[in-house]
């Protein structure tokens, strides 16, 4: 039995709710985690967890002792950071949580240049639109779009989050191009569903227009918005990020240029009181120097 993976099997399972979530995030299958658990039960002599095949709940004694599996684990991760802080040499483990859309189109392509910087370091990219608990999850950093509340953290600004919209020249051909933003109420519309019941609120000096296109699809990826846009399904407002390569290859038509449209800001988080790795820094360095300014993102390529 080895006593230390059994304990970060047991926290990851209780930090992320389930074993298979668990599984996920160590890299292992969930029959793995489940003989970690089970190894260690068998070990101390008590349940630590009571399980039902729908549900998962610490036990009295399992309570107490992972509060103190956590406590020698973040031990452990702060002896191998001020061992890392010795070194000169940039490498080690570094977990990373980025929004779905901005992590696919954005960061992985620029990884390119980091592995150039910082080529053993291991990297964990984790894509979700999740609110992540940096801490209690075991993230390093964090991209996070949107108003910051987690006083916890240090936040540093990256460019802003902006919208566009967007139709395909065949779309265009057969329905019309919209003149002005009041025409997109003739207009279909593929919309993100967390947003499908916004208005669209499109601004130019003193104008200020809030619209509803018919929306015929709604489909929760922003992927899939984009990918229906191509196809001439209909009309769409996405972040630039996502559609950029598209409007570049005339793929998409950006309509209303002129006009602005809403924008969120982008920012990178990590923990205020976590000491500074050389690879946690050399992190923050590639990220604020790449995500600083949209003309300094990496062409995606085709």
């Known amino acids: 039995m080895d006593l230390f993976r059994s304990m970060r099997a047991f926290v990851a399972t209780v930090q992320s709710g389930s074993m298979s979530a668990a599984a996920a995030a160590l890299g292992q299958s969930p029959a793995l985690v489940g003989q970690h658990i089970a190894a260690l039960e068998e070990h101390l002599g008590a349940r630590l967890l009571n399980r039902t095949t729908r549900s998962q709940s610490l036990t009295g004694f399992g309570a107490g002792y992972f509060e103190q599996c956590r406590d020698i684990l973040d031990r452990v991760a702060l002896s191998e950071e001020a061992a890392e802080l010795q070194q000169t040499r940039i490498q080690g483990r ?3 949580t980025v929004p779905s859309t901005f992590g696919t189109e954005a960061l992985m392509p620029a990884l390119v240049d980091y592995r150039a910087i910082a080529p053993d370091v291991e990297l964990d990219i984790v894509l979700t639109d999740r609110v992540v608990d940096l801490v209690d999850e075991g993230f390093d950093v964090a991209f996070r779009i949107g108003a910051l509340q987690d006083s916890r953290m240090i ?3 990256l460019m802003p989050y902006r919208m566009v919209v967007c139709a395909a020249p065949a779309y265009l051909a057969r329905m019309g191009t919209p003149r002005h ?10 919309v993100f569903t ?5 208005p669209w609120r499109l601004t130019r000096g003193k104008e200020d227009v809030r619209v509803m296109p018919k929306k015929i699809i709604s489909v929760n ?3 899939a918005v ?5 196809a001439g399904l209909g009309v769409v407002m996405q972040p630039e990020i996502l559609l950029r390569h598209d409007i570049e290859a005339d793929c998409l038509v950006r309509l209303f240029p002129r006009w602005q449209l809403g924008e969120r800001p982008l920012s990178l988080l990590y923990y205020r009181d976590r000491r500074t790795t050389p690879r946690l820094s050399s992190f923050i360095s590639f990220a604020i120097e790449t995500f600083s300014s949209p003309s300094a993102l990496r062409p995606r390529k085709a």
Do not use: C, K, N, Y
Not at 181 to 190: F, M, Y
Not at 194 to 198: C, E, G, L, V
């Open 94 to 96: 570094l977990r990373v």
């Open 181 to 190: 933003p009041s025409d997109l109420e003739r207009h279909e519309a593929i």
């Open 221 to 223: 990826s922003g992927q």
């Open 194 to 198: 967390p947003s499908a019941r916004s």
């Open 226 to 230: 984009r990918v229906a846009a191509r």
């Open 155 to 157: 936040a540093r600004p």
